[in-house]
């Protein structure tokens, strides 16, 4: 079993920046693949970026000019970076690791970020 923690959200003005992480715990050297998603109300979630245990990174289109994730591997942590933020950018952003022993799909409970003056 792999756990999640989100932290790091919060209220921010249009223009800010956010530091979201995810902290994991369990049987953390089963997983491979971490990353972050959003869903805002009424709307499907919605992928962001990933990042592999070597450092390989992906990017949605929509967050890839001013969004960077990153990996503490020593504190079992995953970062997303986000700068430049918009009020459309208003929603849950949730963490997601993929074991890849048995390729279960871990969710954490998710950490609130408003974009608004």
């Known amino acids: 079993q792999v756990q999640l923690v989100e932290s790091g959200g919060g209220l921010v003005q249009p223009g800010g920046s956010l530091r979201l992480s995810c902290a994991a715990s369990g049987n953390i050297f089963s997983i491979n693949v971490m990353g972050w998603y959003r869903q805002a109300p009424g709307k499907q979630r919605e992928f962001l970026a990933t990042?592999?245990?070597?450092?390989?990174?992906i990017y949605a289109n929509s967050v890839k000019d001013r969004s960077t994730i990153s990996r503490d591997n020593a504190k079992n942590t995953v970062y997303l970076q986000m700068d430049s933020l918009k009020p459309e950018d208003t929603a849950v952003y949730y963490c997601n690791a993929v074991s890849g022993s048995s390729r279960a799909n871990y969710w954490g409970q998710g950490t609130q970020v408003t974009v608004s003056s």
């Open positions: 990042i592999t245990t070597g450092g390989t990174t």
